[in-house]
C-alpha cells in the first residue's frame, strides 16, 4: 500500500477522517484540495500535508497522485468521480454516490471502461469486525432461515431549527436527506450481511423542521451544536429528518428501517436485529465490540471483538486483542485496507471485495423507490 499516494478532496469533517486513517494504514498523501485556497491552506496547516492544490485540474495532472478520495457535497460526485478515472486514477468516493440514479447509473458504467481501476464507495461500516462475523455466520447457516430483519439509524445533530448544514438542503445533497445520508449505510449493512435484495418498499417520511436557521457562512457537518449563531437567515428545508420503511426482499423475507437526524441523545446510533430460524443476531455501533446472539434453548451469548474469536475473514480486519476497543476511525481503516489491499492484488473488477460503484448505485435506486413510496403513499417495486 505504500506504493501509492493518495490526493484528499474535501476539507470538512470527512477529510481529515480520510487523512488520518490514509496514514494509520502508511500510505502517503500526495495533497489537498478543498472549495477555497484559504479553507485548502488551513487544512493543510491543521493536518501537516505538505502540499495544496490550487484547482481539481491540478490535482488530476500531478503524476504522482494514484488515487483521489472524495469528501465533498454529493452534487459534485458525479463529475468529480468521472473526471478522476478518466484521468487514470483510483476513486474513493463518499457516499451517496451522486445525486440520483441517473448520475450513478452513469458511474457505473464509466467505472467498467476502467477494471483496473478501482471505483469504491465508502461504507464504512461492513468494516467494523462483527459486522464481518455476522455475514460469515449467515453464509455458514448458523442462524438458520432468516425470517426478518429489524434496525435503525438515529442521530441528534440535526435536532433543533437552529441546527444547520449543507446536507440539509436538497440542491446540495438530493431530494433525499436522513434516509440518503445514513439509511443508506444500514441498507448497504444489511444487503452485505445477509444477501438479501429489496424487492419493494412502503415509506413514510417527515421534515420536522419545514425551516431551518442558517448562519451567514456555512457550519461544518457535526459542528454546529451547541453554538449561538446571532446572524441567522431562514431557509425552507425539503429533506427528510426522519423516516420509517417497510421493505420486503425477494424470497419473501420482511424488513423494518427507521432513520432519524432528530433523536435526542442518539448521537450516530446504527442499530440491527437478524431473525433466524435456530438464532438472532444484533448489534449496536454505539457498542461495537460486542455482538449479542440469541438463543431459544440455551442461554443467550455476547461475543467480543476479539480476534482470537473470529473467523478468519472477521480477524483481518481486527488489528487488536480482545478487550482493546475498536471503533469508528478503525472502521474507515479497514475499508481503505480493503481498499487499497484489492489494488495491490488487481482484483478491482468484477467482484472486488470492496464497497463498488455498483453497490452506491444500487442504494440510489433503493432511495428513489423510498421517495416514490413516500410521495404516492402505496408499496412500490425496486427498479432492476
Known amino acids: 500500500m505504500g506504493s501509492i499516494k493518495v490526493a484528499v478532496v474535501g476539507t470538512g469533517f470527512m477529510g481529515w477522517v480520510h487523512v488520518e486513517?490514509?496514514?494509520?494504514?502508511?500510505?502517503?498523501?500526495?495533497?489537498?484540495?478543498?472549495?477555497?485556497?484559504?479553507?485548502?491552506?488551513?487544512?493543510?496547516?491543521?493536518?501537516?500535508?505538505?502540499?495544496?492544490?490550487?484547482?481539481?485540474?491540478?490535482?488530476?495532472?500531478?503524476?504522482?497522485?494514484?488515487?483521489?478520495?472524495?469528501?465533498?457535497?454529493?452534487?459534485?460526485?458525479?463529475?468529480?468521480?468521472?473526471?478522476?478515472?478518466?484521468?487514470?486514477?483510483?476513486?474513493?468516493?463518499?457516499?451517496?454516490?451522486?445525486?440520483?440514479?441517473?448520475?450513478?447509473?452513469?458511474?457505473?458504467?464509466?467505472?467498467?471502461?476502467?477494471?483496473?481501476?478501482?471505483?469504491?464507495?465508502?461504507?464504512?461500516?461492513?468494516?467494523?469486525?462483527?459486522?464481518?462475523?455476522?455475514?460469515?455466520?449467515?453464509?455458514?447457516?448458523?442462524?438458520?432461515?432468516?425470517?426478518h430483519v429489524t434496525g435503525s439509524y438515529s442521530q441528534d445533530w440535526l435536532l433543533l431549527e437552529t441546527d444547520y448544514n449543507w446536507r440539509v438542503l436538497d440542491s446540495e445533497g438530493g431530494e433525499l436527506r436522513?434516509?440518503?445520508?445514513?439509511?443508506?449505510?444500514?441498507?448497504?449493512?444489511?444487503?452485505?450481511?445477509?444477501?438479501?435484495?429489496?424487492?419493494?418498499?412502503?415509506?413514510?417520511?417527515?421534515?420536522?423542521?419545514?425551516?431551518?436557521?442558517?448562519p451567514r457562512g456555512e457550519v461544518a457537518t457535526f459542528q454546529g451544536k451547541g453554538r449561538a449563531f446571532v446572524d441567522t437567515e431562514n431557509i425552507p428545508i425539503n429533506t427528510d429528518d426522519y423516516g420509517s420503511i417497510l421493505l420486503r426482499f425477494k424470497g419473501g423475507k420482511k424488513g423494518l428501517l427507521w432513520v432519524s437526524q432528530v433523536s435526542a441523545g442518539r448521537k450516530n446510533c446504527l442499530r440491527f436485529e437478524i431473525a433466524g430460524s435456530r438464532q438472532s443476531l444484533s448489534w449496536n455501533s454505539e457498542n461495537p465490540n460486542q455482538m449479542n446472539i440469541g438463543n431459544r434453548d440455551r442461554a443467550n451469548e455476547v461475543l467480543p471483538r476479539d480476534p482470537s474469536l473470529l473467523g478468519k475473514n472477521a480477524g483481518r480486519f481486527a488489528d487488536y486483542p480482545g478487550g482493546h476497543d475498536e471503533g469508528y476511525d478503525d472502521s474507515f481503516k479497514m475499508c481503505f485496507r480493503g481498499f487499497y489491499d484489492a489494488i495491490a492484488s488487481g482484483n478491482t473488477g468484477v467482484g472486488a471485495q470492496y464497497p463498488t460503484f455498483a453497490d452506491g448505485h444500487r442504494e440510489i435506486v433503493l432511495c428513489d423507490a423510498i421517495l416514490q413510496s413516500h410521495r404516492e403513499q402505496r408499496w412500490v417495486k425496486v427498479k432492476e
Open 178 to 214: 436522513a434516509v440518503s445520508d445514513i439509511g443508506t449505510h444500514w441498507l448497504d449493512l444489511i444487503h452485505f450481511i445477509t444477501g438479501l435484495e429489496v424487492e419493494s418498499v412502503c415509506a413514510d417520511l417527515m421534515t420536522v423542521h419545514p425551516v431551518r436557521k442558517r
Open 21 to 147: 486513517a490514509l496514514r494509520r494504514l502508511g500510505i502517503d498523501i500526495a495533497g489537498v484540495l478543498g472549495s477555497s485556497p484559504e479553507k485548502t491552506k488551513a487544512f493543510a496547516l491543521k493536518t501537516g500535508v505538505a502540499k495544496t492544490y490550487g484547482s481539481y485540474e491540478e490535482l488530476l495532472s500531478d503524476s504522482e497522485v494514484g488515487s483521489v478520495h472524495l469528501g465533498v457535497p454529493n452534487k459534485f460526485h458525479f463529475k468529480m468521480a468521472s473526471q478522476a478515472l478518466e484521468a487514470g486514477k483510483h476513486v474513493l468516493c463518499e457516499k451517496p454516490l451522486a445525486m440520483n440514479s441517473i448520475e450513478s447509473a452513469a458511474l457505473v458504467n464509466i467505472a467498467a471502461k476502467f477494471p483496473r481501476q478501482a471505483a469504491g464507495v465508502n461504507y464504512n461500516i461492513r468494516y467494523y469486525p462483527l459486522c464481518i462475523e455476522a455475514r460469515d455466520r449467515i453464509r455458514n447457516s448458523e442462524l438458520g432461515d432468516i425470517f
